[in-house]
Structure formats: C-alpha cells, structure tokens
C-alpha cells in the first residue's frame, strides 16, 4: 500500500510535462527488467549487476532489497523518508530570498524526485515478490493512460 502522504505530495507538486515523463521511462523499464531478472535467477542474482548500476538510489534500494534485513513494508518507509528527506531539501532551496530558482530547476528536481518515487515504489514490489507485469501495470500508473507502453513485460 502506498503511503498517503507521498501520494498526495505527487498529486498536488509533482508537475511533469510529457517531456519529462519520458525520461523517466526508462527506469520504469530498467525495473521490469530487474523483476524478470529476479524471477529466473532469484532476487541474489542482481547482487552482481548493482555495479553496473549507474543511479545510485537505486543501488541503494536494490542493495536494501536482497540484504534481506527489512520486509517490504520497512523498505517502503526507509526509501520514502529518504524521498521525504530530498522533496524537504529542495522545498528549502526554493524558500531562499537569495535563490533563483527557475523553471528549469523546478523541472530537474521533480524529474528526480519522480524518478525516485518510481525507484522506491518499484523496488518494494520486487521485494513483495510481484511479478514483472504487476510491476509494470503499477508503474505505469504514476505516468498516466498514454504509458501503458511500459507493461510490455517480457
């Protein structure tokens, strides 16, 4: 289950033009990839992958993931703090007088912090031990009716 507070912070803040969406499909499809990865070979086989890895949130959350020490829900409450945490930070940076904070920041921040959301809530599903279709059909609800694309789970 989703955490309240998270969607309703999404819904009233987060604003991605289609533009933006589309750069954060890709880590909706990295995701899919790590499930039916995690499905085959079991959640250890992506141990050896973590590396290649280049966002290191998701390292971090994948890391958390197979280390095996927090059920699903912990891991949800651990990563939507350290989201929690990010959207705090930037919310400061824009308050500051002497801070321009222009469009284009705006857009870079929530293109992050979007891309994190889809991260922890990806994640958790893994850990959950959903299914690569599960896991695609739910992502691509943060996106909207015209990603449905992203569900071409193989």
Known sequence: MRNKQVDDWVSENMVLSDNDKRQCVGIAQQLVEITID?????????????????????????????????????????????????????????????????????????????????ITEGVTEIAKGANAMQIAVYLASFFGENYFHITDAR
């Open 38 to 118: 995690v499905q085959r070979n079991g959640l250890l086989s992506i141990e050896d992958k973590l590396l290649q890895i280049k966002d290191t949130f998701l390292q971090k959350a994948l890391s958390l993931a197979f280390d095996g020490a927090m059920s699903p829900y912990e891991l949800r409450e651990t990563l939507q703090h350290d989201f929690m945490a990010d959207y705090a930070a930037c919310k400061k940076e824009a308050a500051q007088p002497s801070h321009i904070y222009n469009v284009t920041n705006t857009q870079i921040k929530n293109r992050e912090l979007f891309t994190r959301l889809l």
